[in-house]
């Protein structure tokens, strides 16, 4: 079984505050977006990768690429404003409507591949699935000076990769764009045409460095060499 990767690099990282995308964050001997596609590049099962980037950094991940060679056929698509504009610009580049697509966040260098095959499998099945874990704190919901404290035992939290069926995702894209509705994850999208998302349990190391916090945590994975 196949499936083709994109892999969105075209954010800023505000909250990462690197005063440039923490895409180019060098964790250990590589940036994270090299990390990221080189973990894709190597699982047997991915057959190309569409990696969304900021048409200003075009040159530089040229040549980062350039610098690490990836074993896999890379396409690169400009990305928009939003992750979810990103996306779509990604899928554009997909011409099967049966292919199965995974959509990551190439701020979570670390999914192993054997819960890529897994998803793989799901959505071959099921046309959409994600991975997602459990919730392990108490989440509190405050709407004004209300709390209410939600049942944890339905909770989980989404992860990328996310992966569908071209053709349903990109249904999903366009009615969501039609109708201004922008999601955070692009699961959503199919819930909200009715259609079910099947969860493929992941992992706590599934990490997206988000704040500074994280690089420690994903450089101490990688120094281990237990992540993939
Ligand atoms: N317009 C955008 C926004 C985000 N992303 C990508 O989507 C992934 C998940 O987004 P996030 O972790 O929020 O990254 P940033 O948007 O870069 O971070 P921040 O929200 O802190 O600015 C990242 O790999 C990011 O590069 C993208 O391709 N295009
Ligand atoms: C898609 C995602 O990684 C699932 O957890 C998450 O929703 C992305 O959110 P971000 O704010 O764009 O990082």
């Not at 060098?26 to 994270?32: G, S």
């Not at 990604?90 to 190439?106: A, R, S, T, Y």
């Not at 994850?185 to 998302?197: F, Q």
Request: charged residues 25%.
């Amino acid at each position: 079984m196949t499936y083709t990767a994109i892999i969105l690099a075209a954010g800023q990282g505000k909250r990462m505050a690197a005063g440039e995308n923490k895409q180019f964050i060098h964790l250990l001997d590589k940036p994270l977006f090299i990390h990221t596609v080189s973990n894709f590049a190597e699982d047997d099962w991915c057959s190309q990768i569409v990696l969304v980037i900021n048409p200003k950094e075009r040159d530089r991940i040229k040549q980062l690429l350039n610098q690490h060679p990836i074993r896999k056929p890379i396409v690169l698509v400009n990305g928009g404003k939003e992750r979810q504009e990103s996306v779509y610009y990604g899928l554009q580049m997909i011409k099967d409507p049966n292919e199965i697509v995974f959509i990551h966040d190439g701020a979570r260098p670390f999914v192993m591949h054997e819960q890529l095959h897994e998803l793989a499998y799901v959505v071959k099945e099921r046309s959409a699935g994600l991975l997602a874990v459990p919730v392990t704190d108490t989440i509190k919901q405050k709407k004004g000076n209300e709390l209410t404290t939600l049942d944890r035992s339905t909770l989980w939290a989404a992860q990328t990769p996310q992966g569908f069926r071209k053709q349903l995702i990109t249904y999903a894209h366009e009615k969501a764009k039609a109708e201004n509705y922008i999601g955070t994850d692009d699961a959503s999208l199919v819930e909200r045409l009715g259609d079910s998302v099947a969860i493929v349990t992941g992992s706590y190391h599934n990490i997206k460095l988000t704040m500074p916090e994280d690089i420690e945590r994903a450089e101490t994975y990688l120094k281990d060499r237990k992540m993939y």
